[in-house]
């Protein structure tokens, strides 16, 4: 039986409180980041392809990505703080209110109205991710991790890096907004359990090989999911990068802490059909967005 480990439950209130604060840092680092895409380097009009090294390297000399890089930083730092204090299937989808917050700056920023679908996407996203953390905060424990689990998730991450890089490398050219919203989604989701598994060996005094490996596996997974995140901002509006990131990452994360970590062996079958019904709301939200946003929609229009 897994022992029960971490900071005390009361510590939790304020952990969600560091979650949104880092919430909001992402928002406004999006935007930020967006907009300096998109200076001098138009997105295509098809919605299709990807930054080249060229285009990466005019990028990180414009103030406006940088400060977006820096508020980026500071939302993780307090994500980083909020999950030492708090289960990872807590603070991991509070990222949601990130969502909100772009696609009211991206509107005000662009000059778009939102469209009714446009606002019904984003509802779902925000209601299924909220659903979600308001079920996992009453069941929700970190458990004591063996060598077994740590190692199981540095395999998969592993599997997934791999078959990431290739298809990066092989169809960036041709690949839809939607394609790296998972790709970057998918790997930093394993970004935020590897940071968990990190932080919970340290409270068990175990900083051995294993954790030394899931830090390098750590900045090897921010780096390829960061190059997925500026090629989406290339391609595609900021609040739909967004809305992947924060449902399919937290879902990811989620995924494995209740998989491998065990942080919901707590949860009743009531409490586990409420989990699944509320992530299926929160993904078909993001499907949603990706469909019927005004921008995308102006470059379908435009095709024509």
Avoid at 185 to 207: C, D, E, H
Wanted: a positive charge.
């Amino acid at each position: 039986m897994q022992q029960i480990i971490g900071p005390a439950e009361q510590l939790r209130y304020f952990a969600i409180f560091l979650a949104v604060l880092a919430a909001v840092a992402l928002a406004f680092g999006a935007q930020f980041q967006n907009n300096a895409v998109g200076q001098g380097d138009p997105k295509t009009k098809d919605g299709r392809g990807g930054l080249g090294l060229r285009q990466l390297a005019r990028l990180i000399i414009r103030p406006q990505w940088i400060s977006g890089l820096g508020l980026m930083g500071v939302g993780m730092v307090l994500q980083l703080a909020a999950l030492s204090l708090a289960p990872l299937i807590v603070v991991q989808p509070i990222g949601a209110i990130a969502l909100v917050v772009t696609s009211l700056l991206n509107a005000r920023a662009t000059k778009t109205k939102l469209n009714r679908g446009t606002i019904i996407a984003i509802a779902l996203c925000t209601l299924g991710i909220f659903a979600f953390v308001g079920m996992a905060s009453g069941v929700a424990h970190a458990n004591e991790l063996t060598d077994t689990d740590v190692a199981t998730v540095l395999f998969i991450l592993l599997a997934l890096l791999i078959v990431f890089a290739v298809l990066f490398f092989a169809s960036k050219r041709s690949a839809k907004p939607l394609t790296f919203i998972v790709g970057a989604g998918v790997l930093y989701g394993f970004v935020a359990t590897l940071a968990k598994v990190v932080i919970q060996r340290m409270y068990q005094l175990q900083f051995d090989w294993l954790t030394i490996l899931c830090l390098i596996a750590l900045v090897a997974a921010v780096v390829l999911g960061g190059w997925f995140v500026q090629n989406a901002y290339s391609s595609g509006p900021p609040d739909l990068v967004i809305a992947g990131l924060t449902v399919i990452d937290p879902l990811v994360a989620v995924t494995v802490a209740i998989a491998i970590l065990g942080e919901a062996k707590a949860a009743t079958p009531l409490v586990a059909v409420g989990f699944s019904f509320s992530a299926i709301l929160a993904i078909a939200g993001v499907v949603l967005l990706s469909k019927v946003h005004p921008e995308l929609a102006a470059k379908k229009v435009a095709r024509r």
